[in-house]
């Protein structure tokens, strides 16, 4: 598929439907409550979220992924990053990636952390793409099925 250019911006309220949808139509990934999502919507001070848009046949703009990170201190942890199966290996999730980048470090992070199953080939493959490295495991951290997880992070600037 070709390189799609997508608009990255501040997820609303009004995106949790589309952003569950796009999160339960993953099996691999953590599935969150609609509570939850609506807690770290709120939470402006420690979390953000972007979602890509791209603009849809009808002219209107159309959620395709999304990206969960939360900022503390000096580190961010980025919770989820998805995009919708007909739009994987576009470069939204490339896109939206790069967003939390230097977004983490506009906000001071110098390291940003993430979790992923250990079987999740495709994923890690994307992180070590951004140089992120493999920085130690959790074992049973994964629920539905039990997975091992790595901690991969990455060391970042402004």
Do not use: C
């Not at 609609?34 to 791209?54: G, K, M, P, Q």
């Not at 919770?79 to 290996?89: D, F, S």
């Not at 959790?138 to 039990?146: A, G, L, M, Q």
Request: hydrophobic letters at 40%; zero cysteines.
């Amino acid at each position: 598929m070709k390189a799609l250019e997508a608009r990255i911006r501040k997820a609303r309220k009004s995106d949790i439907d589309r952003i569950i949808d796009i999160e339960r139509s993953w099996h691999h990934l953590s599935h969150w409550s609609i509570d939850s999502y609506y807690r770290l919507l709120n939470d402006d001070s420690f979390t953000s979220s972007f979602v890509a848009e791209i603009e849809a046949d009808s002219g209107r703009p159309n959620i395709v992924g999304f990206v969960i990170f939360h900022v503390a201190a000096d580190v961010s942890e980025i919770y989820n990053i998805a995009v919708e199966n007909g739009y994987a290996r576009s470069g939204v999730g490339q896109q939206l990636m790069a967003a939390a980048i230097h977004e983490s470090g506009r906000r001071k992070a110098t390291k940003v952390v993430l979790e992923v199953r250990k079987s999740n080939s495709p994923a890690i493959s994307f992180y070590l793409k951004f140089n992120f490295r493999i920085a130690g495991e959790r074992k049973n951290y994964y629920s539905n099925p039990i997975e091992d997880a790595y901690v991969m992070e990455l060391e970042v600037s402004d």
